[in-house]
């Protein structure tokens, strides 16, 4: 069996899921080589669709995903991968997921505090 990357130019989403308590972290996107790069490391390696280019999770954070269970939906076009997260949080915006915004009453909010100081991490410079 084979993963389907023909229908989004080469691209098959990829479901970040922590292992331990089935949140769901993140979404990225993977390519061929992003897959195989995976497998090989162990940890989640990504496609970059506004880099153009792979990028490890944890490059610049240090908050790198560990495979635990990688899985296929029934098309084999999007993967569901199983994780150890290693750092407090994901999310480049400083939270434990991608997901912190929850819809209530009409109206985007922040559900959760932050996990992490992003400036700090990514040492943003001004």
């Known amino acids: 069996m084979n993963l389907n990357f023909d229908k989004l130019d080469g691209l098959i989403p990829a479901v970040i899921q922590d292992q331990a308590g089935g949140r769901v972290l993140m979404l990225g996107f993977m390519n061929a080589a992003a897959f195989e790069r995976t497998l090989a ?3 989640v390696t990504f496609y970059s669709r506004s880099r153009r280019c792979l990028w490890a999770k944890g490059e610049t954070s240090g908050h790198s995903l560990k495979v635990c269970a990688i899985a296929t939906d029934c098309d084999c076009d999007t993967l569901l991968i199983q994780v150890e997260a290693r750092g407090p949080g994901v999310c480049h ?23 992490f100081d992003p400036d700090v991490v990514y040492k943003v410079q001004v």
Do not use: H, I, V
């Open 93 to 115: 915006d400083g939270y434990a997921t991608c997901f912190y915004r929850a819809l209530e009453a009409g109206r985007w909010l922040t559900s959760e505090p932050r996990a």
């Open 41 to 43: 490391t162990g940890l």
